[in-house]
């Protein structure tokens, strides 16, 4: 069974950087597209990123896109989410899960991907931007 671990959170000034991990264990993280997930406090979880099985697609939300970058390492289970030019709004919960309800992440499923059709949830890392 798929297990995924995140990392790489804390607290950083507004402008600065940060790099979150998302370690799978379990399974071959190969078989899995995987997004990043991203919990504001008292506002619904949102997708920011996402990556296919090979990495040649991906997705951002427009809140992010140019400032985050989406990559994976299959020969080290791990997909990565950088975070440059940090903003207060940025504060929230981080959290990596696999995308379960379809076979892999491609960019025509935009509109139809739910929170629902992702699975096996990490436990978040807290990201806190403030000066």
């Known amino acids: 069974q798929l297990q995924l671990d995140e990392s790489g959170g804390g607290e950083v000034q507004p402008g600065g950087s940060l790099r979150l991990s998302c370690v799978a264990s379990g399974v071959r993280l190969d078989n899995y597209a995987i997004g990043w997930f991203r919990q504001a406090p008292g506002k619904e979880r949102e997708r920011i990123?996402?990556?296919s099985m090979s990495g040649d697609d991906t997705y951002y939300a427009d809140s992010v896109k140019g400032r985050f970058t989406i990559s994976r390492d299959?020969?080290?289970?791990?997909?990565?989410?950088?975070?440059?030019?940090?903003?207060?709004?940025?504060?929230?919960?981080?959290?990596?899960?696999?995308?379960?309800?379809?076979?892999?992440?491609?960019?025509?499923?935009?509109?139809?991907?739910?929170?629902?059709d992702f699975g096996s949830w990490g436990q978040g890392t807290q990201v806190t931007i403030s000066s």
Request: proline content about 4%; charged content about 15%; overall charge neutral.
């Open 49 to 51: 990123s996402c990556i």
């Open 74 to 116: 299959n020969a080290k289970g791990t997909v990565w989410l950088q975070m440059n030019s940090l903003k207060p709004e940025d504060t929230g919960t981080y959290s990596c899960a696999a995308l379960i309800y379809y076979s892999d992440y491609s960019p025509v499923l935009e509109g139809r991907l739910r929170i629902g």
